[in-house]
């Protein structure tokens, strides 16, 4: 039984070198072809059988069908890209802002609750808090500006 061990010293420099150089390739190769069957289903401009047929393409023969969709379909994958990528902008930024202007409105109980703390806290007379009071119950008060500054119309 004469099994040979390799150690580290037996792997030369330049076969770690062609050996990284390889992985990184491959790495790349993976990438790219991950980046041509998203773009496959992401474009609405081929329809079911051409997303089909470039998909057979593409897993049956992977480099020849990757290269082929690279030079015939290749200039619009950035544009779809960054459609792809504004898109997703939008739909946030639109989310975000919808997010910030619905928060849970107080409602009239409310609402009275906060004026009833602000007079016994002496922030208002009861002058003012009844002016409040009828402006909250009549419905014309403003959600959370219940001690904003009222107008003699409301008595």
């Excluded at 993976?30 to 051409?50: A, E, K």
């Excluded at 897993?59 to 890209?81: D, K």
């Excluded at 792809?84 to 009239?108: K, L």
């Excluded at 009833?116 to 500006?145: I, N």
């Amino acid at each position: 039984m004469s099994a040979r061990t390799y150690l580290a010293y037996d792997y030369p420099a330049l076969s770690v070198f062609w050996s990284m150089v390889v992985f990184f390739l491959w790495i790349t190769w993976l990438v790219l072809l991950f980046r041509v069957v998203t773009d496959i289903f992401r474009d609405d401009d081929l329809g079911g059988w051409g997303k089909a047929g470039w998909t057979v393409f593409v897993v049956v023969l992977p480099f020849l069908g990757v290269f082929v969709y690279l030079i015939a379909r290749g200039r619009g994958m950035g544009r779809r890209e960054a459609e792809h990528a504004r898109a997703q902008q939008q739909a946030i930024g639109s989310y975000i802002r919808h997010a910030a202007e619905t928060g849970p409105r107080p409602t009239s109980a409310d609402e009275l609750a906060k004026l009833s703390e602000m007079r016994s806290h002496g922030d208002l007379t009861d002058e003012e808090f009844q002016r409040a009071k009828e402006l909250v119950l009549s419905g014309s008060a403003p959600s959370g500006r219940a001690d904003a500054p009222h107008s003699d119309s409301a008595r």
